[in-house]
């Protein structure tokens, strides 16, 4: 018998160390896409960027956007239940309508719609535009909020518009799984050509119009929407995205669209900011303490907090960012059995075990990260294939908290099956959408608080 505790003894040996995957393949390059591949759309002053988002605390509102180059009219979108056979009532509602400048660009017409009183679990079609530039788009609202509800989310970080990123964006619509998407931030690069060029913005809402038009992502700000430039007289943090994207900020109490949250399907999502003020005494401190006693696990089970900048990141891009954000908030994800949190910012992929390191005061020097069961599981998905390139420094040695990370691009699916289990994968853009390169079932913190196993253990 001697042999069968050998092999669990290297079992177990395997099982608790980290892995730092070496996959090499060849992947897209990070080389932006040129601008005259993302054209406007045929038709005049045809409605282009469509892009949609959840517009309440409880998913029964959609906020609809898009852009006009030439005309304000028509400001409404037009939208009914697309499987509905006889009597198709058409409603219509009206569209706010904000425009920008940003040194020497004059943004188009922004215009953002907030459909109110829709049904849960419902297909609609919708329609945008007059004349030759009409437009029709549909979205399916999610099930009503309840424990048992399953619901798969995309996650996509730090995307940018390069021929890497359009690999990501595609790869993750092959599966036609995702139902909504969790957006971690860093969207469009724009800030990275001279002058912040906001037409890389246009284009960025035209490449990913595709997916955003159908089904909503949930959008958090990364530093890359800071848009801050004083050298050119632009001093307002972020500028235009807070014209172009739009969250539903004041559902969930919120007095800033940079931090929110939403109740959708079995989940309870709260966004963060990472470039906003987050110490004790600050709106975003008061806000999500407050929010945080208003999680009803017995209603939406999982809990998801969706920042920026990882708190656990072992690359060394970015390394130790989000350890100021770390110190504050992290009680608080341990106190209430936060299941993840997901992150974007390194350009890599990381995922980490269920541990805190919150014992630490300034007198008993307890500093290491330990395993905890009431822990959150990090994951960074920061390798959606922005121009920047990947993060391919890693920290020696991998450090114990860090479960398995990979210098590759691609996007993660989070399928949530019921109160207890979600299943998670991450796929690399290199390989076809059967394989994962990284999996675990996960079990729920509050209703079932066991230890996982990943598959790739
Ligand atoms: C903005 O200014 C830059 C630099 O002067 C110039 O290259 C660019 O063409 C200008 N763009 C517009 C829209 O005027
Ligand atoms: C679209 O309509 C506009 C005016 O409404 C017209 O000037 C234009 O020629 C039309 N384009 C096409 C391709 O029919
Ligand atoms: C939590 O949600 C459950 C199920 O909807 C409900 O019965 C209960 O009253 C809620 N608890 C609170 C404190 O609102
Ligand atoms: C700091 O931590 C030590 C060890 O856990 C504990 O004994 C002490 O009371 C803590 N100090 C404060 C001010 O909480
Ligand atoms: C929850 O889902 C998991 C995975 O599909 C399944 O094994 C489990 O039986 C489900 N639990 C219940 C109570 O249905
Ligand atoms: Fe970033």
Redesign the pocket.
Known sequence: MWWIVTILFLLNGVCDAGITSSFVRKAAPSIEIPKVHFPPPDGYNAPEQVHITQGDYVGKSVIVSWVTPLEKEPNFVTYWEADEKKNIKRNRVHAKITTYRYYNYSSGYIHHATINRLQYNTKYAYELGSGNGTRQFSFTTPPEIGP?VPYTFGLIGDLGQTLASRETLEHYLSTKKGQTVLFLGDFSYADVHPYHDNEKWDTFGRFIEKSNAYEPWIYIAGNHELDLSPEIGEYVPFKPYKHRYHVPFQASGSRSPLWYSIKRASTHIIVLSSYSAFAIYTPQYTWLKEELTKVNRSETPWLIILMHSPMYNSNNYHFMEGETMRVVFEPWFVKYKVDFVFAGHVHSYERSERVSNIQYNITDGLSTPVKDVSAPVYITVGDGGNIEGIADSFTEHQPDYSAFREASFGHALLEI??R??AFYSWHRNQDSMAVSGDSI?FYNRHFYPKEERSSNE
């Open positions: 048992d099956k019921n207890t289990h079932w």
